[in-house]
């Protein structure tokens, strides 16, 4: 073997180590690398409601007021799902004797259940449950305080995140153009084309998935109102927040609903409530969606499919949240290669001398 074969051989598995090497530390370090992707996935969103009130203001004040916003949204939405929640749950439990003694009475009224009724007393067992479970709502709210324990950790990591993206809203433009300037001046532009593409595409995807899940729960909540369907604003605002995930959120958000009409004037609004889902279904992804992220992103729905199945995945329900934004991305980075690409085939076409077509070309 030949001196340049061998250093070709040991380049080649060198080059090898150090790829596996640093696949390696990218897998010790996922979860904090997750952390980042994440804050500056929510930098990226929040960037346009924080350059918009800098015109006004600071820009250290108007990055609390846009947190101050962020953190009484979910407050604004525990406060509306889970008092009628608890007292919906409280008074079932409370009537759920009543409830047994009812099947209890309609066994013994009908033939054929009274033979097993005699065999197995379905109706004193229902009856026995019933009963205790007025007891087993407390060991429940036991159980539930006890699961809170264990998200303090989800607390502790949604604060980090907070604090990641504080300071990447406040500095990461300019770690942008300090990074930029170390690049040729055609790169730099390209490259600074790019983010400002990127940024654009993920405020704008946001705001019209925020949007559009507004028009859901709302919609929603009229429908279900009509109806008569218990838990309607605990249940239009998680038909909003699956709402978000593109595809299979609205299908989701309205299969629970339907089970929920199941118990409330059967058939007829279960299948009020199953026609108005396929036509609201059809209206917001013909009408809706189309019109609200047209000028935010342009992928194609193939695309998107793929891209949000492998964002769940990999990272469950939030990856499929943010699979749209990144194929997004993704596609804004392969068009700005391709543009570079195609331009630099012409420019080599070209004379720099006379600005005409080289001889070779003519």
Do not use: C
């Not at 943010?322 to 290669?337: F, H, N, T």
């Amino acid at each position: 073997m030949t001196a340049a074969n061998a250093r070709t051989v040991l380049r080649t598995v060198l080059i090898i180590v150090a790829v596996v090497l640093i696949l390696y530390v990218i897998y010790l370090l996922r979860h904090p690398l997750g952390l980042l992707l994440i804050a500056a996935f929510i930098a990226v969103a929040l960037s346009g409601p924080v350059n918009y009130l800098h015109r006004y203001v600071r820009r250290g004040f108007a990055i609390t007021i846009v947190y101050i916003g962020l953190l009484l949204l979910p407050i604004g939405l525990g406060a509306l799902v889970i008092p009628p929640v608890v007292t919906q749950v409280e008074s079932f439990a409370t009537n759920a004797p009543h409830y047994a003694t009812d099947v209890r009475d309609y066994i013994e009224k009908s033939r054929t259940l009274k033979s097993l009724q005699q065999k197995y007393d379905i109706g004193g067992q229902l009856q026995k449950k019933a009963s205790e479970l007025p007891a087993r709502v407390g060991d429940a709210a036991t159980v539930l305080g006890n699961i809170g324990l264990g998200l303090v950790n989800s607390i502790f990591q949604l604060v980090t995140i907070l604090i990641l993206t504080a300071f990447m809203l406040s500095g990461g433009r300019g770690w942008v153009e300090a990074a930029l300037r170390y690049q040729p001046p055609d790169r730099a532009a390209r490259l600074r084309r790019v983010s400002e593409r990127v940024a654009s595409a993920v405020a704008g995807y946001v705001a019209g998935a925020l949007l559009q899940a507004v028009i859901a729960g709302l919609t929603s909540y009229v429908v279900m109102w009509i109806l008569g369907i218990p838990f309607r604003g605990p249940l239009a605002v998680l038909i909003a927040l699956l709402d978000l995930i593109p595809l299979v959120g609205a299908t989701i958000g309205a299969v629970v609903v339907g089970v929920v009409s199941l118990f409330v004037s059967f058939p007829t609004a279960t299948i009020v409530w199953v026609v108005w889902s396929i036509v609201y279904q059809q209206v917001e992804n013909s009408v809706i969606q189309p019109r609200i992220q047209q000028r935010a992103v342009d992928v194609h729905p193939f695309v998107i499919l793929v891209a949000v199945l492998f964002g769940a995945t990999l990272l469950g329900v939030l990856g499929a949240l943010v699979a749209v934004p990144a194929a997004a991305s993704l596609q804004i980075v392969l068009r700005e290669y391709m543009r570079f690409r195609e331009d630099s085939r012409i420019m080599e076409g070209v004379d720099p001398a006379s600005g005409d077509v080289a001889a070779g070309h003519a």
